[in-house]
């Protein structure tokens, strides 16, 4: 992979970041806080909608996110960047756009979620 790639993926992967970061951030603040003490905006109004079950799971849903991302830029830096964990082919390039913290090719994603169902 060359540079600019290399360069396009980590600013992708560094926004993401970024992004989750704070909304995780939010979503703990959301948890803790008061509901009495709600300003109602259209931001809460969204959230309101979650129950502290449903924040938690997507708190935690981020957070494996956070770490995969974490990794993908551990791996653009040691140039491996964009290699299936499991079978260590190159991964699709599409796929990469939609989902650059990708750690899998779709081919053992697959089997891994056969896998998953079937244990
Ligand atoms: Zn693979």
């Known amino acids: 992979m060359d540079g600019n790639r290399q360069e396009f993926y980590r600013r992708q992967l560094n926004n993401k970041l970024q992004d989750l970061t704070t909304k995780i951030a939010d979503r703990l603040t959301e948890l803790v806080r008061d509901p009495e003490e709600k300003a109602i905006d259209l931001y809460d ?25 974490q990794i993908a830029l551990e791996k653009l830096k040691n ?36 896998g998953s169902v079937a244990a």
């Open 45 to 69: 109004l969204c959230t309101q909608t979650y129950s502290k079950e449903q924040l938690y799971l997507s708190c935690h849903r981020d957070r494996e996110t956070v770490l995969s991302i």
């Open 79 to 114: 140039g491996e960047y964009g290699i299936c964990d499991e079978c260590e082919q190159v991964i699709n390039e599409k796929r990469l756009r939609a989902l650059p913290w990708v750690r899998l090719c779709l081919g053992c994603q697959r089997k891994r979620e056969v």
